[in-house]
């Protein structure tokens, strides 16, 4: 009885639980709704005011261009007609001129001072204008009914001493329109003023160019004198017959007759006013520049601003209500499966964070130091690895043993967790396989081996290893079915390489040696076949094309350098791909040869037998060869141990028993280091690559050899051994100090 209660308790509080979450979600939405409704009407608010002032410079621009076009027509002919005073007749010809060359001019007239041509009498006035047909006529107006004298078009020019747009008016004798007119004073030879010339323009053009296309439905344009006669707007009835104030009495919000005097004043602005009808009107206005002294309005209705926004609001809620009960529907259906959802999302979890680890886990095992190698000038290096989900199947690695950088970069079949598993366990067997050994071939070789024998999962990895001599700049390099790598430096170009099969396939399988000499400050660029098959929207791979011509570009600038090339390579591989996900792991590796050749300040030689009762000699070259460079007492014997262990062993394994020879050695020095050569044609044999001796052994359990390259390594910065025309060739280098000075 008393788990029923509980179990009855539990859904009770549940179900008042799921209410609470309701009526929470219900307010929230309606806030939500609210919120999005209020920056809306803002975002909406702010683009009228943004079209508004579009609007009216727009019209102010080609208002500007009409009066302008008038304005220089009528400068621009006052010369001619001061020139021709004293040829009345002439001037006919020149106000048909002004009208045939300017199509927004209707009419033009000059208008002299009285009997300023007595033959003419009191009032001259001769004017141009164009008929219906397109006939240029020109009458004399002036006249006893037509007192021109008194008119502000003749009479304010004259007052000002300077051109002059007249307030509009309706021309009863000239043109028969309502027009305004601009006018300009005319001089004679001493300078006094005999008349004025003038051009009119309709304004029926205005009407037309200030209502056309307006931003809403209901939205229309005003265009106001300087006096405030309405000389535009949509009841044509007002048009001349009423000011700006006697248009708007009738509308009681106080505003308007600020908005009115700014408007009269030329000053910009916007406002907000309560229209006749009790509605809220949106009004912007700003002046005409220029000399005419007009302004203009441009007012719109809220009504058709935010008439769309209120539609979607009414829909917005009609989706909310349906939405509200579908989240009822969802949450009360939540609840049963609340349980499962937990675990599956605890589980979720901790996959997750396992991935995560997995993740750091392999991207440490990864070099990520770069420059790896400060101290050296000969190499530049720069690795990247983007895996296409959290942990990946990609690898690369180096590192550098005695003076040969080993390197390797591959891909593993397949994605996720057991790719990246396989790629560990490459990793492992490369720095395994090429600790003491420096043939790519053979690492390979045994590589393969290993992995066929455990490979119940059927992966592979496809990869290309390297063995690279600074030294000589030789490359010697193995191919698992990996893609060819590309070399920047003389040009770009792919770097000739043998496919094979990749590792895991077959037990058995012997990978060729293929080699080349790496010329100073080429660039040796690696990558897996997530650069060349990254594909974008349209499934389009970025292909080997592209990352040739990116490359091309780099080296054409001079930036083929790793920390150069390798940006702009997945640069451009992200430009090109866009929004598409990621489908393969991509890895850029690149190493730049960057080796300087130093000029030579010293150099020696000595050739000497397969024979032990040559090394007094040997010792005498290396006392010789260290005074030289003015090495202390304790730096020659030590220089003498090292040559001497390294010169012996090569009599003793370089030639068979019984057999005579030659070792040459030759000392050389620059400004940075000391080295000695050592070659012999005798068998193939690589002191380097045998393990050194371990010495924190007894003498008893240590196994015999490894001592004498042990104590070569101790007393010399590098040991380098490279197979070369048929010639073993050991190289010791010791740094030089700053004292040691080279004659």
């Known amino acids: 009885m008393n788990l029923d209660k509980f179990n009855r308790w539990r859904k009770s509080l549940q179900t008042r639980s799921t209410i609470i979450v309701l009526v929470l979600a219900a307010v929230l939405i309606e806030l939500t709704s609210l919120v999005q409704y209020f920056y809306a009407r803002q975002g909406i608010r702010e683009g009228v005011e943004h079209r508004a002032k579009t609007e009216l410079q727009l019209k102010n621009l080609e208002i500007q261009r009409v009066m302008t076009a008038v304005e220089t027509a009528v400068d621009n002919s006052v010369w001619m007609i001061e020139q021709q005073l004293a040829y009345p007749d002439s001037l006919r010809g020149i106000l048909r001129q002004i009208v045939k060359k300017n199509p ?3 009419g033009t007239a000059v208008g002299f001072e009285p009997n300023f041509y007595p033959k003419y009498g009191r009032w001259f006035e001769p004017y141009a204008t164009r008929t219906e047909d397109g006939f240029i006529e020109v009458v004399q107006i002036g006249s006893e009914e037509h007192d021109y004298h008194q008119m502000e078009w003749y009479s304010k020019p004259k007052e000002l001493g300077k051109g002059y747009w007249s307030e509009p008016y309706f021309d009863k004798v000239g043109a028969m329109k309502m027009l305004c007119t601009y006018a300009v004073p005319i001089h004679d030879s001493k300078g ?4 004025v010339v003038g051009a009119d323009v309709s304004l029926d053009w205005l009407s037309d160019l ?6 809403y439905p209901s939205a229309y344009n005003l265009l106001i004198s300087r006096t405030g006669k309405l000389m535009a707007c949509p009841v044509e009835s007002l048009i001349l017959n009423a000011n700006i104030h006697e248009a708007t009495a009738r509308v009681e919000d106080t505003t308007v007759n600020r908005i009115n005097q700014q408007i009269m004043s030329g000053i910009s602005g916007q406002a907000t006013v309560i229209n006749e009808q009790g509605e809220k009107d949106y009004v912007y206005y700003a002046p005409v520049e220029g000399e005419t002294g007009w302004s203009m309005a441009v007012v719109c209705s809220d009504r058709d601003i935010f008439k769309s926004l209120r539609q979607v609001a009414f829909n917005l809620l009609l989706l909310m209500l349906v939405g509200l009960a579908l989240m009822s529907y969802i949450l009360f259906r939540t609840i049963r499966g609340y349980k499962n959802l937990q675990a599956i999302s605890a589980e979720k979890e901790r996959i997750g964070s396992e991935l995560h680890i997995a993740s750091a886990i392999q991207m440490s095992m990864l070099p990520k130091l770069f420059p790896p190698y400060p101290d050296r000038d000969d190499l530049n290096i720069l690795g990247s690895l983007t895996p296409a989900k959290e942990v990946g199947g990609d690898l690369y690695d180096f590192y550098l043993r005695d003076e040969k950088l080993i390197f390797i970069i591959g891909d593993v079949s397949g994605k996720g967790v057991p790719a990246s598993l396989v790629m560990a366990v490459t990793r492992s067997l490369f720095r395994t396989h090429s600790a003491h050994e420096s043939d790519p071939s053979r690492i390979l070789t045994l590589m393969n081996d290993s992995m066929a024998e455990m490979n119940e999962s059927n992966m592979f990895v496809t990869c290309f290893l390297g063995s690279f001599d600074l030294p000589t700049g030789r490359l010697r390099y193995s191919n698992a079915g990996h893609n060819a790598p590309m070399l920047v430096g003389q040009g770009v170009g792919m770097l000739p390489v043998e496919s094979n099969i990749p590792l895991g396939v077959m037990n ?4 060729p ?3 080349v000499i790496i010329e100073p400050q080429t660039t040796i660029f690696l990558y897996t076949d997530g650069l060349t098959e990254a594909e974008n929207i349209n499934r389009t791979q970025f292909g080997m094309e592209r990352m040739m011509q990116t490359a091309q570009s780099m080296y054409e600038k001079g930036q083929h350098s790793p920390d150069k090339l390798l940006p702009a390579m997945g640069d451009a591989v992200k430009a090109f791909v866009g929004e598409a996900e990621q489908s393969d792991d991509l890895t850029m590796f690149a190493i730049q040869y960057t080796k300087t050749k130093r000029a030579v300040r010293m150099q020696r030689s000595i050739t000497l037998t397969n024979d032990v009762q040559d090394v007094p000699k040997l010792s005498a070259f290396v006392d010789e060869v260290c005074e030289e460079m003015g090495f202390e007492a ?3 014997m030590q220089m003498n141990l090292a040559i001497e262990e390294a ?18 050695i030759v000392a050389q020095a620059d400004d940075l280091c000391l080295k000695f050569t050592i070659s012999d044609s005798g068998t193939p044999f690589d002191p380097t690559a045998r393990p050194e001796a371990d010495t924190t052994l007894s003498a008893e359990e240590r196994p015999i050899g490894g001592l004498g390259i042990y104590l070569v390594r101790q007393l010399m910065d590098s040991i380098n051994y490279e197979r070369i025309d048929n010639k073993n060739v050991l190289t010791l280098r010791k740094k030089l100090t700053s004292n040691e000075i080279v004659d």
């Open 192 to 195: 006094r003023t005999v008349g």
């Open 647 to 664: 010169v012996v062993n090569v009599m003793n394994y370089a030639y068979l028993p019984g057999t005579q020879g030659d070792i040459d």
């Open 634 to 636: 304790t730096e020659t």
């Open 508 to 511: 058995g399988w012997r990978y």
């Open 513 to 515: 040696l293929q080699e």
């Open 104 to 106: 927004m001019i209707i």
């Open 210 to 215: 200030l209502n056309a296309n307006p931003i």
